[in-house]
């Protein structure tokens, strides 16, 4: 049972978590939520099993017991109405998980907006994103950019802070505000990458890759072309990095690498990405870097 749970952490930890936010207006109280939330699922699915839609069940736990806290200790974050709508709601029946499991949006790409919201520093948004939508530790996320940890801390902290005072909403901007937000988005994505291919970490890589992935796929049926232009760039630069170093670490300039060792799989999605955003009306910086 520990091998199941800790696999649905892996893959679900950072939904569950989004769909909170949304719920409880908090990024405290939903992580505080996700953790009452596994420490439920802990207590009760090695004795009845993990359920058919784990999601839905791990949303329910995590809103619902944070309600009873809220509700015992008589107090509210700066988000007052979206906290007193939810403690409104009666507590969840019999069916309530069954009612709901089709209800559950994804709400990662709202998660993602947030975080990357133009009022922050350009900093602050890097740092949000790796922390609330990759779900990175604060001491990794510091450890990658070269900062003291409490300094990092302090940015993630302020970022937060002002997301509560400015209200900034929760939500995918409409189709007038969403160009110019979504360039904020994809910069963030972009700048991470580049963070993780300058310094050789692979890891930070990984994760811009894996973000350009979900943008895509929640962005769907028709994402915007620098979408695609961005995810196209990202894995046509990934390609290469078995031949970028040598054995003593050192980089190996592009016409001295051993194209052996090039990733035919990365190169050949990522063309495919390219030629499909340059059909695309609105392509842009990132789609003619990849072309």
């Not at 520990?2 to 978590?17: C, M, S």
């Not at 069940?57 to 109405?81: K, Q």
């Not at 993602?112 to 922050?120: A, E, K, N, W």
Request: charged share 25%; aromatic share 6%.
């Amino acid at each position: 049972m520990r091998a199941a749970l800790d696999a649905v952490y892996r893959e679900h930890a950072r939904r569950v978590f989004s769909t909170l936010v949304r719920l409880l207006g908090s990024f405290e109280l939903a992580e505080e939520a996700l953790h009452d939330a596994f420490l439920a699922a802990a207590e009760q699915w090695p004795a009845h099993g993990v359920p058919a839609h784990p999601v839905a069940w791990l949303v329910s736990a995590g809103r619902y017991r944070t309600i009873d806290r809220l509700r015992r200790e008589r107090r509210f974050t700066a988000w007052d109405d979206t906290l007193a709508d939810t403690l409104a709601d009666p507590a969840p029946g019999p069916d309530a998980l069954a009612e709901a499991r089709d209800e559950i949006p994804d709400d990662r790409l709202r998660l993602v907006f947030t975080c990357c919201h133009p009022s922050l520093s350009e900093d602050a948004r890097i740092a949000l994103t790796l922390r609330e939508v990759c779900g990175l530790g604060t001491e990794a996320i510091a450890a990658a950019f070269v900062l003291p940890t409490p300094t990092l801390a302090q940015r993630i902290v302020r970022a937060k802070a002002k997301i509560a005072a400015a209200r900034i909403p929760y939500e995918v901007p409409g189709p007038a505000e969403l160009p110019a937000r979504l360039t904020s988005v994809l910069r963030v994505v972009y700048l991470v990458f580049n963070e993780g291919h300058a310094a050789r970490d692979a890891g930070l890589a990984d994760e811009a890759i894996r973000l350009a992935r979900l943008l895509l796929v929640l962005m769907a049926p028709e994402p915007p072309a620098e979408t695609r232009g961005l995810l196209a760039l990202l894995l046509l630069s990934d390609a290469r990095r078995a031949a970028r170093l040598d054995a003593n670490g050192a980089l190996v300039p592009l016409d001295r690498q051993d194209r052996r060792l090039w990733n035919r799989a990365l190169i050949a999605e990522g063309c495919t990405l390219a030629e499909a955003a340059l059909r695309q009306r609105g392509f842009g910086a990132y789609a003619l870097q990849a072309a």
